[in-house]
């Protein structure tokens, strides 16, 4: 059973950078597809990115030229550098991986994330 726990949230000013880092534990972690989403208060959970086992990316629109992601296979983590924050990335962003071994996608807790302008 996959676990997943983010850490690296926080309050950050407009234009300022967070790096949003994810553990996980198991042992499939290196062929699991892992994505980073997140939810606005009163709005629906988004995709924000997304890293294949061969480290192929995708990113929503977005996010895209502003935001990075990227995975460590030996130490298990999957990271989310934010830079260029603006008021609307304020949410909570959830680590997420899905196996396509088992067909289950595992969530976090999330961390919470606020711009402020």
């Known amino acids: 059973q996959v676990q997943l726990v983010e850490s690296g949230g926080g309050l950050v000013q407009v234009g300022g950078s967070l790096r949003l880092s994810c553990a996980a534990s198991?042992?499939?972690?290196?062929?699991?597809?892992m994505d980073w989403y997140r939810q606005a208060p009163g709005k629906q959970r988004e995709l924000v990115a997304t890293?294949?086992?061969?480290?192929?990316?995708a990113y929503a629109d977005s996010a895209k030229g502003r935001f990075t992601i990227s995975r460590d296979n030996a130490k298990s983590m999957v990271y989310l550098q934010m830079d260029s924050l603006k008021p609307e990335d304020t949410a909570l962003y959830y680590c997420?991986?899905?196996?396509?071994?088992?067909?289950?996608?595992?969530w976090g807790q999330g961390t919470q994330v606020t711009v402020s302008s």
């Open positions: 997420s991986s899905y196996s396509g071994v088992t067909f289950s996608r595992t």
């Open positions: 198991g042992s499939k972690f290196s062929r699991s597809v």
């Open positions: 890293i294949f086992s061969d480290g192929t990316t």
